[in-house]
Structure formats: structure tokens, C-alpha cells
């Protein structure tokens, strides 16, 4: 088995370079891309115009502006990168099918057994940075047997360890120096230097050739293993500035000082440890389409078209298991452009009889105004569909006396008049927590909700009809009178029900609420329908009374 080979993209500049696909205009201005972070603006992404001259990531925007005043910013969109990271992902799959996302900017490959398919690991990334510098778009490449060491070489290739000493510690090295003096070897002290390596070119210098991580990851400074800030600087501050000298220092004594995790890193960089790299699922896609060979614009034809393609569309969805959710009909006419329809069902399907009556609808305003040389129907959204259990005698009779009432025939009614008004639109009630009249039922989507088969029965008949407490012209006393005057009319009463106590929930301050405990009385008077009337009996607000709705 050849050894495993991992190639590791990173775009330095991805949230910038995808701003600048869409405004061209901005190509040589710099541009910082900016996000809040702890109350501050902060720039995550620049540009090649905005880096040379002297901004970098991480720099506050209040900062970068006043060295730069004709700086260009864009608020950091985090959904847009991490689609357009998701699609650069299904780009390099062509490369491998291992190919895994590394937010918020790389991703990794499994290269193994499929660079000699681009000429050699040297063909890949010459035509990866020649793909991307056509796309508008940086990239560093690395490639290693290991997924640390190929991270290591895309970001730090070519760089050595920097210097984080203060005038002490310079200090303390001076004197060690001297004093170590007499132990110099021969060449220091003026004889012949060993020869230093050749340095490699810098498309080499990216690659570690197969079971040579050691030496690949020696030169580069232990920012390379992946370590965070303050370890990095821990480790600078005791001279320990390349990987080099950290392979050279006792395990156990790194561990006590730096944790597990330095130690880890190491050895997932140098293949001690195994790192697997874990690709994305693939994401199903279901469509089809039709070609004309002419254009088409009578609802007969493309009626004709579709009844084609709906069967097909909805076999590959039920051969996964799975029920159409919402649908997508794109008409695309000669002169480039589209007509596009979507379609929401109140349940998930698999029947082209079902779809059909919604798809007829929505082409009735069709614009075939060149004609149709291309029909699309995508599958936007499906649902996993449970498959049927084995039931006994007296589960199958009751599923049986269940579908005498046939509720597809409301799933299908919801979808009919969702395609009208919105699916959003159509909704049914459903029982609440609370025993609060006003919040006794909840108002939910029919089309993502089902039927509430058992409604706890009040502790008294309510009312139709509710609205919010209207103020009742009547003395403040806990007994109605004979007549009282609401809605600038006098009602007389004929008889009272009541009354039922109901105490408000004291765990939330509910505004119509401030009147305290409420007594609900069934109001009948001589104009017809009862009211539902209650006395507020205080608490914030003074006694009063109220009508709160009335009954059928």
C-alpha cells in the first residue's frame, strides 16, 4: 500500500477574494474585511493591496483606518464563506474524492494513490494555484504523509523562527556565550564552515517527500504544530523557537511544563500518532430535466413535459427512503433567462398524483414568452419517510378505523391552498401549557404540525370568541349588577353563571394581567350572544371590571 499523502489548501485571503468576485471594481483598493468581536471591529480577511501596506488580520478597524484612510470595508458574512468554502470543497474533489473542510479558510485532501493522475504531486499543486489565480482566489499548498505536517508546510514553508527576546534575555546569552567559549568546535573559532544545505525551490519546499516529516518540519517555527498563542510564546521566551529544538527536549519534562497537547501535536505532525481526515457526506441531490428540440409555450406541452419527468424525479427520491418536500420548476427560455416556480407540500411525498395538481397551478402564469427549450425540476427539500412496522390484529383494525377519515385528503387541501395564499398561511390551533384562557391554545403552521387528537377539557365552557379585556362600565363591586354600559351601549342582564376563579401565572409580569385575580362570569342579556365578563379584583392596576369575549 503506497503511504498515505495529504495535501493541505489554505486561502489566506478568502473572505476578502470572495467580496471581490462580485465587485470587481475594488480589485487594486484595499479591502479589509471586519467583524465585531468583544465590542470592537476587528479586520478578519484582507486583500493583497490592503497586506502591503502594512494592515494585518486581527488589527482593530479603528487602527488600520488611521494608517490607511482610503480603506475599503465590508462586514464579515460567516454563512456566505462557509458556502463558498463548502463549494471550493466540491471543486478540489476532482483532485480526490477524500476531500475534508477545515474552517474557516483550508481544506484537506487524501491525495494518496491519485497524484500521478496530474503528473506528480508537483503537477497537482502547479494546477491547483493555477486554477485558483483563474478563480480570483490566493492559495498556499503542502503536501506530507501526515495531515499536521502538510497544515505545517502550507502556512510556514520558507519561514524560519522569529525572535521574541527583551534586553535580559539577550543579556543572559551573552554571558552563557563567554562562557562556553573554549568549548566552540573548530570551524566557529575561524576554521572551515560545514556546508549549509541547498535551500529548495519554493514549489519543493512545500512538499516533505515520503517518511521525511522530521526533516521537513525542523526548520520551521513551532507556530507550524498548531499550539496557541500563549504556548507559542511560552516556548519563544525560552528559546525554543524552531521544531528542531523541541524534538530535541525531554518528553516528560515538555509535558509537565506545556500539557499533553504540545506533545500531541508533535506527534500527529510527525505520524506517531494518527490523524484521520474525515471527508463531508455527500449531499444528495435530486433532479431532472428535459431538453426540447423546439422551444415550447402551450401549457399542454409543458404539462405533457412534466408528466414525463415528475415519475423520475420521484423514483430516485422513494428509492432513498426519503418524501419530497418542497419542489423547484425552472422554464429556461432561449434567450437565457428563467422562469422559476416553487412548490411547498404540507407532507412529504413520493406520488406523482399528489405533486401534479400543485405543478398545473403554478404554470398557469408561466412566462413562455420566446418559448421553453429546457425544463428543470429540482428536489429542494426532502424528508426521511418511516417505514412501516409489523403490527398486531387489534393495532391494524384501529389503523384501519383511522384511515376511514383519510387525513391525506387535508394534507393534500393544505398543499392546494398553500400553493395559493402560502403554506405559512394556512394554520390550526393547538393545545397550550398554560391555564390561562388567553394562552390556552397555540397558533401553529398546519403544514409542519399535526392534528392534537386530545384537548384537555377546561374547567369551564369558554367562550368563542376572544379578544383582549375591554373595560365594562359598572360599579366596582365583586357582583354584577342588573345592567351595565360597554362599547358605549347599555346591556341589560338576564341571567349570570359564575363565578370561576382564575388566578394569574405570578411567575411572569403579564400586562393585562396587573388587575390580580380575575372572577369570570357567563353574561346572558337580551341582545343575544353571551358575554364573558370577569372582575378584576386588584394588584397593580385598581378593581374594575372587564369583557373578555363572548360564547355562540
Not at 105 to 113: E, K, P, W, Y
Request: with cysteine.
Amino acid at each position: 500500500m503506497p503511504n498515505r499523502r495529504i495535501l493541505s489548501l489554505w486561502f489566506p485571503r478568502l473572505g476578502a477574494e470572495r467580496v471581490l468576485r462580485f465587485e470587481h471594481h475594488m480589485q487594486d483598493a484595499p479591502l479589509a474585511i471586519v467583524a465585531e468581536q468583544s465590542n470592537m471591529q476587528v479586520i478578519t480577511s484582507l486583500n493583497g493591496p490592503a497586506l502591503r501596506l502594512g494592515l494585518h488580520v486581527g488589527q482593530s478597524l479603528r487602527d488600520a483606518q488611521a494608517s490607511c484612510a482610503g480603506l475599503h470595508t465590508r462586514m464579515r458574512n460567516r454563512a456566505a464563506e462557509i458556502s463558498f468554502l463548502n463549494a471550493l470543497r466540491r471543486w478540489s474533489g476532482k483532485y480526490s474524492p477524500w476531500v475534508a473542510e477545515t474552517p474557516p479558510d483550508a481544506l484537506v485532501i487524501d491525495l494518496t494513490g491519485c497524484a500521478h493522475l496530474f503528473g506528480g504531486e508537483t503537477g497537482v499543486i502547479a494546477r491547483i494555484e493555477e486554477e485558483c489565480r483563474d478563480m480570483g482566489l490566493t492559495v498556499q499548498c503542502g503536501i506530507a504523509d501526515t495531515l499536521g505536517a502538510a497544515w505545517a508546510l502550507a502556512r510556514f514553508s520558507g519561514e524560519s523562527g522569529g525572535s521574541l527576546r527583551n534586553g535580559d534575555a539577550i543579556d543572559q546569552e551573552a554571558r552563557a556565550t563567554r562562557s562556553r567559549a573554549g568549548k566552540r568546535k573548530h570551524w566557529s573559532k575561524g576554521g572551515a564552515a560545514p556546508q549549509a544545505p541547498r535551500s529548495m525551490t519554493p514549489l519543493t519546499g512545500r512538499i516533505a517527500a515520503p517518511g521525511q516529516n522530521h526533516s521537513a518540519l525542523a526548520p520551521l517555527p513551532v507556530t507550524a504544530l498548531r499550539l496557541d498563542p500563549g504556548t507559542t510564546e511560552q516556548l519563544n521566551r525560552l528559546g525554543l523557537r524552531h521544531v528542531r529544538d523541541i524534538i530535541g527536549q525531554p518528553r516528560a519534562a515538555l509535558a509537565r511544563r506545556f500539557g499533553k497537547t504540545l506533545l500531541l501535536r508533535l506527534d500527529q505532525a510527525l505520524g506517531s500518532v494518527p490523524e484521520p481526515v474525515s471527508p463531508a457526506e455527500a449531499e444528495e441531490h435530486f433532479a431532472v430535466r428535459m431538453t426540447m428540440p423546439d422551444p415550447i409555450g402551450l401549457k399542454e406541452d409543458v404539462m405533457a413535459a412534466l408528466d414525463r419527468m415528475l415519475p423520475s424525479l420521484c423514483k430516485k427520491i422513494q428509492d432513498k427512503g426519503r418524501g419530497l418536500r418542497s419542489l423547484r420548476l425552472e422554464a429556461h427560455r432561449p434567450d437565457g433567462q428563467a422562469d422559476i416556480r416553487l412548490i411547498q407540500l404540507a407532507r412529504a411525498t413520493c406520488s406523482p398524483d399528489r405533486i401534479r395538481p400543485l405543478l398545473e397551478m403554478k404554470i398557469e402564469d408561466l412566462d413562455a414568452e420566446f418559448g421553453i427549450d429546457m425544463l428543470r425540476l429540482v428536489g429542494i427539500s426532502t424528508e426521511e419517510r418511516t417505514r412501516k412496522k409489523p403490527v398486531g390484529h387489534l393495532q391494524a383494525n384501529r389503523t384501519a378505523g383511522e384511515k376511514r377519515t383519510d387525513p391525506a385528503l387535508l394534507h393534500d387541501l393544505v398543499s392546494k391552498i398553500g400553493a395559493r395564499i402560502g403554506l405559512e398561511t394556512v394554520t390550526r390551533r393547538h393545545p397550550g401549557t398554560s391555564h390561562l384562557p388567553d394562552k390556552s391554545a397555540l397558533t401553529l403552521a398546519a403544514a409542519w404540525s399535526v392534528p392534537a387528537s386530545d384537548w384537555p377539557p377546561p374547567a369551564a365552557p369558554r367562550p368563542l370568541l376572544i379578544w383582549p379585556p375591554e373595560p365594562v362600565h359598572h360599579p366596582a363591586s365583586e357582583a354584577p349588577k342588573a345592567s351595565f354600559r360597554w362599547r358605549g351601549r347599555q346591556w341589560s342582564l338576564v341571567a349570570l353563571q359564575g363565578p370561576e376563579r382564575i388566578l394569574p401565572e405570578w411567575w411572569f409580569d403579564l400586562a393585562d394581567w396587573r388587575t390580580g385575580i380575575r372572577d369570570y362570569w357567563k353574561a346572558f342579556h337580551e341582545f343575544g350572544k353571551p358575554l364573558w365578563i370577569y372582575f378584576g379584583r386588584g394588584a397593580i392596576l385598581l378593581p374594575n371590571w372587564f369583557c373578555h369575549g363572548s360564547f355562540p
